[in-house]
Each structure stands twice: as C-alpha cells, then as structure tokens.
C-alpha cells in the first residue's frame, strides 16, 4: 500500500504544470501606472541580471533576444532544402503532425509573462484588440493607436530604443474588421479553425499594419508582439470556451521540449494538449470593465501568492477556490465582487483589497526604482544597400541626380548634374501622402533638412522640373 | 498529331485567357534587383525559380483567395531565411515584385510592385 501510495505521488508531483495567474486586458483598461511598469518590464527583460553596459555576455540574459530570435530562426521551413524540419508557422492544412502554432505561441506568453512577475507580481499580459468595425477609417485608427499605443509611456519609445522600423498603418487594409471573424469562428473543425486564424487578417493584419520589424520572422523583437498575440490567444480562448474541441497530433514543442536552456533554466517539456485550456496557466480574460475568475483552483504552483490584478470589476464564484494552506490576492482600483461558488477554505491566505492610490507599484529589482529607456537595439545592419527604383525618365532628361545617405537621420543632400531652374521637392510617406514640398530656383545641389522629426520608416522623394511638370526622379528613402 | 497540338494549344490558350480574364486571378513575377543570389523563392504560397541579379521570373498566375490567405513572402539569401507578411489587397491583372533590399539583421525584403 505504501508503494502504491509513494508511485501515486511520484506521478502527481512530476506531471504537474507549472501555475502562475494573470488577469490579462484590453491595455486600453490599463491604469497609468500599470502601463508604466509594462513598458519597463520589457526593458529589464532585456537585461534580467540588470548588469546595464557592464555585461560581458549580453545575450546569456536577455530575454526578448532569446525569444526573438528563437521565433526567427524556427519561422517556417516550408519552402527551405529540407522542409519536413519543425517549425513554428504554416503548418496547416498539409502538416498537422507539424502543427503548434496556437499553443507554441501561448507557452511563449506565459513564458514572457512569468519572468516579467518576478520584476512585478501584479503584471499580466495585455492585449490589443485589432478587430475594427465595417469600413473603417485607417487615419483615423493609426491616430488612436499613436494616441494610446504607442505612446511614451508605453510601446512608442522602443521603436526607436531598438531600431524597430516601425511603419504604422502603411499597409492601409491590413488591419481585420467584425466581418473577418465569422468564416473563421464558425468553424469547428479544430486545425481548420487554427489554419484561418493563423494565415488571415485577425492574426497577420497586425504584423503588417505596424511594419518594421513586425512585418517579418524577427516580430518577436517588437514588444507589440507580444500584446498582439495575447489578443490571438484570446480568439481562441474564445472558441475553445464554447468547442472544447482543441487538440494536437504533437506532444511537445520547439523549445518546450525539455532540451532548450535559457539563462540557466532548461525550460520543461510542454504537450500542447495539455495548454488547451488558457485556465491552465491561470489566465483570465477580461473585457468591458469586467474579469470574471471562475472554474479554477488556486495552487501556488509558480507564485508564493497569486495576484490577480485590474483596475474594474473583479467578480468571482462558481467553484473557484483557494485550498487550505495556498494564497490569493484580489486588487482592483474599483469593485471585488464575491458570489456563490466562492471558497477560501479554512487556512487559506486571500486578500481582497481596493488599490486606494491607484498604483500598481512600478519599483521593481527588489526595491530599487525601475530605469526607463535602456537603449539597446538588435543587430541593425546600418550598411543597408540604397533602394532605388527608377520611374519612367522624361525621354530627354540628361540629369543625373545623386542623393544622400540612404539611409538618414536628418537631412538629405541632393546633386544635380546641371542647374535646374526650377525643382519641385516632394517627400511622400509610404500612405501616398505628402509631408513635405519645396520649390527651389536655379539650383544644383539642395539640402533637404528638419528631417529629423519624421518616423522612421520608408518615404520617397521625387525631384521635378517645375517648367515641365514632369518627374526626373523617384527615389525610396529610409529614415532611422 | 499536329492538329491534336493545335487543338491543345487552342484549349489552353483559351482557358489561361478566361482565367484571367476572371477577376479572381493575377500574374505574379518577380525580378531580382539586388546583388545576391535569391533562392527558394516562395510568394503566396506559390514557389518561383531562383534568381540571380538581375534576373526575372516567369509569370505565374495565383486566385485571390490564395493571395488572401497566403500573404507571406519568403526567400533564402547569404544563408538567411526571410519570411514577411506582406500586402493581399491586389487589385491589377499583373504584378512584377521587384526586390531591391534584403535586411539581414532585421529579415526586412525591401520590394517595390511594378
């Protein structure tokens, strides 16, 4: 009996997965001080040993590197010399026995989400919703987002602190709207539903709405990433609530195979079967000023307590419970609500508590008050070949114009073979719109400055002859 | 034989025609204005030949359904792989997708559609 009873704990304690819990938003639910101490999460993640420029090996602990690179290199194989090796992306219809994309990309979030709890406990990952409504208007959109998103105290200053190259809203299309959703939730095929998910606009708009880097295998460096696979993950937290229908042909992952260390930490094996339930790491969705946390069972398997915090209503029952000897903690800024199907058991720890002064409590690193703007770009290839396109010459144009550099930070010079007596300048953002037109008279080389306020990204310059309205050339420019 | 041959010409001339002549297909190639090598070409899901510099590809002609839900660029050069989201609101008969960058540190294909 006693050897039946010792297997059975020895089968209990080494199947376990690993808890940890988060309330995660729409970030426009975000406090001020919740978004603050996100946006600097992302930088020490960066530098977990926090040993600033004195890091001999700055790789060994930076975490959104390890990731980012991680996703790069196991993209897709699909079209490469051997396309039967594991990856990430694209693997339906043709390769279910290949297939992870869903799970692999929620083990990366937990992941990512785990390490930013160890700066500050009361952290869950935010999501960004994408889904706009029919016929809306791009302008307006990428003025919300630059508005609330991509803000300083927020996602804005990392495109410039690691070389990003965001493009925000150039691809004018991409993002999805109410009506892409219903082809893809009405599917209840689980691999069908993953397949439309993956390949149309609620998971690639944004990648391709926001550009730069997030446009391409290296996306995980954008810390947008990460709020925008959070809300994928949501979509189908969101089918999978209603199908329960969810299930993998793999039993383990890329990376979550019990063979890939990171920063000391071999990371455990993970069947994406066993994450089909977004409970299972304690995640709870909320949306429209509500959280409801039910269904659950507080372990304290990661966490000494587990923090479930967010600024509106918290409402929770329905057999969640918190066993004798675990913790809890609920903090909203405005309403606990504590229904039927409620249990702290006797000698439990919960807490319910009210945030009166509204903050989240950005110190972090034991103590010592979280530093902003850790500049550290990846690798950027500064040496980037000159794009130049050449639109159709007016046949009897003999000028040669040189422009410079390529890419700017500032300004451009431009170099006429011969004078103009007339030339038109005009800079168009890749939207088609012109942001800057200037005339000058009987030149041969122009200084085009005050360039240094514009985003980074791509624009083209056109140079005209004004007296016979007609472009000598059209030359794409990327500004850092 | 030869009138088979014509007879098979005329029917697949036809057909290509009326595909194209249906809004939901385009011609896609693609030119290679860098100076590396491009290989494993692949764009919306439909593979193009390598490309030295300054070689195009042939044509090939892809539904707009593929394009929608297939709207991913991928190449190999100097032994990278690149993988892009890209745009699937093609509207024309005929592109010709001219790389004129490749980012190495970023995966960023700089492409201009002609």
């Keep these: ?480 | 034989m030869k009138k088979h041959l014509i007879l098979l010409l005329f029917v697949f001339t036809t057909s290509c025609g009326n595909s194209l002549k249906n809004n939901n297909f385009i011609k896609i190639s693609i030119y290679n204005n860098t100076q590396e090598n491009i290989t494993n070409i692949m764009l919306y899901g439909n593979k193009f030949k390598n490309l030295k510099p300054s070689e195009k590809s042939n044509f090939i002609i892809i539904s707009q359904d593929y394009i929608k839900n297939n709207a991913i660029f991928t190449l190999d050069s100097q032994g990278k792989t690149f993988n892009m989201y890209i745009d699937n609101t093609l509207s024309k008969k005929s592109y010709t997708f001219q790389i004129d960058s490749l980012n190495i540190k970023n995966r960023f294909i700089y492409y201009n559609i002609k």
């Design chain 1, 1 to 480: 009996m006693k050897k039946y009873c010792f297997s059975i704990l020895f089968i209990f304690i080494f199947s376990s997965i690993t808890f940890s819990q988060a309330i995660r938003k729409e970030y426009k639910e975000m406090t001020a001080s919740e978004r603050i101490a996100l946006r600097d999460a992302f930088y020490q993640l960066r530098d977990l040993d926090n040993d600033g420029a004195g890091d001999a090996n700055p790789n060994d602990d930076d975490l959104i590197n390890d990731l980012g690179d991680f996703h790069l290199n196991f993209f897709s194989f699909d079209n490469s010399a051997d396309p039967t090796q594991p990856d990430l992306h694209l693997n339906l219809p043709d390769e279910p026995t290949r297939e992870i994309f869903l799970a692999w990309h929620r083990a990366m979030i937990f992941e990512l989400e785990q390490y930013m709890q160890d700066i500050n406990p009361n952290i869950g990952m935010p999501y960004w919703n994408t889904i706009q409504p029919n016929g809306f208007d791009n302008n307006a959109v990428i003025a919300d987002a630059l508005a609330t998103l991509f803000t300083t105290d927020f996602m804005g200053p990392f495109d410039a602190d690691w070389s990003l190259g965001r493009n925000i809203g150039a691809q004018v299309n991409a993002l999805p709207d109410v009506n892409d959703l219903p082809s893809i939730f009405n599917q209840t095929d689980f691999f069908t539903f993953s397949n439309r998910l993956e390949r149309r606009s609620p998971h690639n708009g944004a990648h391709r709405w926001v550009g730069g880097v997030m446009q391409t295998s290296a996306s995980a460096r954008d810390p947008v990433f990460y709020l925008h696979h959070t809300f994928v993950d949501k979509l189908w937290n969101d089918w999978e609530v209603p199908n329960q229908n969810s299930s993998y042909i793999k039993t383990d992952m890329l990376r979550y195979d019990g063979t890939y260390t990171f920063y000391g930490v071999t990371k455990p094996l993970i069947n994406p079967n066993d994450i089909v339930d977004a409970k299972v790491y304690g995640t709870f969705y909320a949306e429209n000023q509500l959280a409801l946390l039910e269904d659950y069972t507080v372990s304290n398997t990661y966490n000494s307590t587990e923090n479930f915090y967010y600024q509106y209503t918290i409402e929770s029952g329905n057999n969640f419970t918190i066993p004798n000897t675990k913790d809890c903690k609920f903090e909203s800024v405005n309403e606990i609500l504590l229904t039927p199907g409620f249990l702290s058991e006797t000698g439990s720890n919960f807490i319910a508590k009210i945030d009166t002064d509204n903050d989240i409590n950005t110190l972090a690193r034991n103590g010592v008050e979280s530093k902003m703007g850790v500049s550290n770009p990846f690798d950027v290839n500064l040496n980037t070949q000159i794009i130049i396109f050449n639109e159709e010459l007016a046949a009897d144009n003999v000028t040669i114009i040189k422009s410079f550099p390529n890419p700017f930070t500032d300004k451009v010079y431009i170099n006429l073979s011969k004078e103009i007596k007339s030339c038109k300048i005009k800079i168009y953002n890749m939207m088609g719109k012109v942001i800057r037109s200037e005339i000058y008279e009987n030149v041969t080389s122009i200084e085009l400055d005050g360039l240094y306020d514009l985003s980074n990204g791509v624009y083209v310059l056109e140079v005209s002859d004004s007296t016979i309205e007609k472009p000598l050339i059209v030359r794409r420019l990327i500004k850092l």
